[in-house]
């Protein structure tokens, strides 16, 4: 019986290989940059145009655009469809999980000040993807912006301190969960898309912080914290905690 001849890599009789397919697989490992970041990017891009007959200024130049696009990317994300999660807002290492009253500006408390709730701290390096996402699915009842300063956001006075905006989170199930932006060192602007009446799903992304952060988000009284100090959570997957 004559063998059949060996085909080695893809052919033109392949039906799954053609450059659309090729773009497609480059754009699915290659995530897309958050609007808020495109004007970095070109700036760099622009610089290296300017720039072109010196080597030094055009490498300069596309050495910030590449940084600018990793720093501002905004990769896909899966969130669970389970019942009662509360997932990661941010990626980076959670640093703080304690009890503390929400911002005071949000007015979820008594003359007296707000009880303490729990609350899960995320802390954003540089290499992080920056941008944040919704912690559960629900209606926004509140934002406020609170100006402050732009210390270290690793310590425990950037919750109290630091520059920061926060969100107020009401579920179908009448649950409430803030999740507060809070500017870094390096960061000089805080980004939120989401207003007073917005619906969020959860996993959804509604801001971004320029530059180094943190992310506290405050749970129920009653819901169960599911990570720990040390632990490295994804946007919109990792799940936090249940609610109730």
């Known amino acids: 019986m004559a063998r059949r001849p060996r085909t080695v890599g893809p052919t033109a009789e392949d039906p799954t290989f053609s450059p659309q397919h090729a773009l497609e697989l480059v754009r699915s490992s290659v ?12 700036a760099g891009l622009g610089l290296a145009v300017v720039g072109r007959n010196h080597r030094w200024i055009r490498r300069s130049g596309l050495l910030a655009a590449g940084a600018c696009a990793a720093f501002f990317r905004h990769p896909s994300r899966v969130p669970p469809d389970r019942a009662g999660a509360v ?6 290492e959670i640093c703080v999980i304690d009890s503390a009253a929400p911002p005071a500006e949000l007015g979820m408390g008594s003359e007296t000040g707000a009880a303490p709730l729990p609350r899960v701290s995320i802390f954003l390096s540089l290499l992080d993807a920056h941008v944040q996402r919704s912690p559960v699915s629900g209606e926004v009842i509140a934002m406020r912006h609170r100006p402050g300063r732009f210390g270290s956001a690793d310590l425990a006075a950037a919750s109290t301190e630091n520059e920061r905006t926060s969100l107020r989170i009401r579920t179908a199930g009448g649950a409430e969960v803030v999740v507060v932006q809070i500017a870094g ?6 980004v939120c898309d989401a207003r007073v009446g917005d619906t969020l799903s959860i996993g959804e992304t509604y801001g971004l912080i320029r530059f180094g952060s ?5 749970l129920p009284a009653d819901a169960e914290v599911l990570v720990r100090v040390g632990q490295r959570a994804v946007a919109g997957e990792t799940v936090l905690a249940e609610l109730p």
Do not use: E, K, N, S
């Open 185 to 190: 060192l390096l960061a000089r602007r805080i």
């Open 214 to 218: 943190r992310l506290d988000i405050y």
């Open 87 to 92: 997932v990661a807002p941010a990626d980076g």
């Open 31 to 42: 995530p897309p940059i958050h609007r808020a970041g495109r004007p970095f990017v070109a």
